[in-house]
Each structure stands twice: as structure tokens, then as C-alpha cells.
């Protein structure tokens, strides 16, 4: 059965250092793989997407992901945290099937 | 354009209640998923609809849940007799008929919903 891991519940970083929220995925076949973030009392909104391709993804709000098949992971990166990026994070993974698996989310606080 | 609109946005009810809440997904998105967001937690698939398809309910967690569509449009979740454990947000999300399982989800706000 595919899943998705976010072994980290919380992220701090300084605002203007570079970011990194990790997710591990395990699925049978091609993984499709997505990043989504939810703001305080809003849905979750899209940032990125892997299907095929470049192994790097650029997405919304200057996020980019790596994925990597031999680590079977699709880590959340920014190059430079704002404060206004601290929210929660979720990972997910669909296979040849339409449902998307989350993780358990990934919370991100930027400090000033 | 509109973006996936759900209500109510908040409801609160007791226990032993039935409660209904409603999904309008963006027009002429053919594909309508409903999830649920307990605190804390991470998504748990419920139901999907995909046109005039037979929906997948293999993520309803109970006979209590209940969940129709209208053709390609309005959906609403029923849960019967409703239980303090079924407290969470229900998010509602759609996808455009084009790009199959490459697509990603568009999401509503969500329904917060407390069974006292």
C-alpha cells in the first residue's frame, strides 16, 4: 500500500536562511508526487508537482523540490524562508489510482 | 474564477444529530473528492466522483457517511447520527476533466464540524 512519511512535526528557521521539509514516499509503480500548503483556517493550496521529467520541480512562492528515486523522497526546499512562508505542509503521493495519500504534515515557522 | 466553495464554514451540532455539508467544485471540474482533516492530522480519504461513474466510497468510515452528487456539479456528505469522534474539518476538492491522475486537487475551505 503507498504512504507517505513527514518525520518532522515542526521546522524552525531564521528568515532568510534556506528551508528544507522532508517527505519519504513508498508506492508500487511510478510515484506522482505533490506538495501542498495550508494556511490558518483555509484549504490546502497547491505549490508543486512531480510527475515525470527533472527530478527538480519549481513551483508557487519560489518552492522547489528534489525527488529522488533511490532515497524514494520528495523534499520541500526554498532558497531563502520569508516569515510570511511559516504554515503547515503537506506532502502526497498518488499512484496509477486518482486518491492522493497525505502525510501527517509538516508544521513551518519562519522567525524573523 | 470561482474557487471550490464549501458550506457551511463552521457547524457545530450534538451528538446523535445528522448533519449535511455541501461542496460546490469549480465549474466544469468533472472529478470531486471529500476528505477529512482531524486535528492535528494529515488528510484521510472519504469518497470520489468522477462524472457519471460509480463514486469510490472505500474511504467512508462508516454506514453513518453518506455522500451524492449531482451530475458534474453540487455535492453534499451526510453523517447520521453523528459522533463526538467525527469532529474535524471536511475538505471538498475538484480536478478538471483534462490530465487524469496528473492533476492536481483544488481545494475548498473546508467545514469545521463539532458534535458536542
Known amino acids: 500500500a503507498q504512504s507517505v512519511a513527514q518525520p518532522e512535526d515542526q521546522v524552525n528557521v531564521a528568515e532568510g536562511n534556506p528551508l528544507t521539509v522532508k517527505c519519504t514516499y513508498s508506492?508500487?509503480?511510478?510515484?506522482?508526487l505533490f506538495w501542498y500548503v495550508q494556511y490558518p483556517n483555509r484549504g490546502l493550496q497547491f505549490l508543486l508537482k512531480?510527475?515525470?521529467?527533472?527530478?527538480l520541480v519549481k513551483g508557487s512562492y519560489g518552492f522547489e523540490a528534489e525527488f529522488n528515486k533511490s532515497q524514494t523522497s520528495f523534499h520541500l526546499k526554498k532558497p531563502s524562508a520569508l516569515v510570511s512562508d511559516s504554515a503547515l505542509y503537506f506532502c502526497a503521493v498518488r499512484d496509477s489510482s486518482y486518491k492522493l495519500i497525505f502525510g501527517s504534515g509538516t508544521r513551518l515557522l519562519v522567525r524573523p | 474564477g470561482a474557487g471550490v466553495s464549501q458550506s457551511p464554514s463552521n457547524k457545530v451540532t450534538e451528538k446523535g444529530k445528522d448533519v449535511e455539508l455541501r461542496c460546490d467544485p469549480i465549474?466544469?471540474?468533472?472529478?470531486l473528492y471529500w476528505y477529512r482533516q482531524r486535528l492535528g492530522q494529515g488528510l484521510e480519504f472519504l469518497i470520489y466522483?468522477?462524472?457519471?461513474?460509480?463514486?469510490?466510497k472505500s474511504g467512508l468510515p462508516s454506514d453513518r457517511f453518506s455522500a451524492e452528487r449531482t451530475g458534474e456539479s453540487v455535492s453534499t456528505l451526510t453523517i447520521q447520527r453523528t459522533q463526538q469522534e467525527d469532529s474535524a474539518v471536511y475538505l471538498c476538492?475538484?480536478?478538471?476533466?483534462?490530465?487524469?491522475?496528473?492533476?492536481?486537487?483544488?481545494f475548498g475551505p473546508g467545514t469545521r464540524l463539532t458534535v458536542l
Open positions: 508506492v508500487s509503480g511510478n510515484p506522482y
Open positions: 476538492a475538484s480536478t478538471p476533466p483534462s490530465g487524469g491522475s496528473y492533476n492536481e486537487q483544488f
Open positions: 512531480y510527475i515525470t521529467g527533472d527530478n
Open positions: 466522483f468522477q462524472g457519471n461513474s460509480a463514486p469510490d
Open positions: 465549474s466544469g471540474h468533472t472529478a
